[in-house]
């Protein structure tokens, strides 16, 4: 889907153009170190965990938008600093894994009980885990076989935008249909791009 990755790629450079590298230049003069801004995303993602367990949608959203800067900016400081590493990288990327899970089972353990209790709200968590385990699997076993396998529509920053916003708006149960519908058919889409791509043996 080459329009959608331009599109992406686009987005990604204005960013990094206009917010990352003065937010980036701002915590490497307040001394974060990459490996700093990876624990503090994810530490604050485990507190929106929380908060959307609650119910408190509004400051969960808030707090995954602030976790979900730390997670664009510790790379950037990484490579400003000259100290890339493949530790940092795999840190960076476990942990990533590891703050959307927190969420999604937050949201799911909201549902599970009181007032609002959904059990399609908790199924949709769940598939939305697999999904979103899937989307990030299926690139790390295409690159590991020689192909980009970066094809889809619900990468990490749609994701992560989809939640914010769901969640600042009170709408939690339509952050769950979208990434328990979403994300697999991202998975199967980018699955078969990268299936596509390999060369027949």
């Known amino acids: 889907m080459p329009d959608l990755q331009s599109l992406r790629y686009g987005l990604r450079g204005s960013v990094t153009k206009w917010f990352e590298r003065p937010a980036v230049s701002l915590l490497i003069a307040l001394k974060f170190t990459p490996d700093a801004a990876t624990v503090v995303g ?8 929380y908060f959307a367990s609650e119910g408190e949608f509004l400051i969960g959203g808030i707090l995954v ?12 400081i990484a490579r400003a600093t000259n100290s890339v ?10 942990f990533d894994r590891l703050s959307e899970i927190a969420l999604l089972v937050g949201l799911g353990m909201y549902f599970t009980s009181g007032v609002d209790a959904n059990q399609r709200g908790v199924l949709l968590a769940y598939v939305a885990v697999g999904g979103s385990l ?3 699997y299926v690139r790390a076993r295409a690159e590991g076989l020689g192909v980009k396998g970066t094809a889809g529509f619900l990468t990490r920053p749609e994701r992560v935008v989809i939640t914010v916003v769901c969640l600042v708006a009170g709408y939690p149960l339509v952050a769950l249909w979208i990434l328990g519908i979403g994300t697999p058919l991202s998975a199967a889409w980018r699955f078969v791009d990268a299936w596509r791509s390999i060369d027949s043996e």
Do not use: E, N, Y
């Open 42 to 49: 994810l530490l604050i993602a485990l507190v929106a965990a």
């Open 134 to 136: 899937m989307v990030s």
């Open 85 to 94: 590493s493949k530790r940092g990288a795999l840190t960076d990327s476990v």
């Open 65 to 76: 938008l602030i976790g979900s800067v730390f997670d664009l900016l510790d790379g950037g």
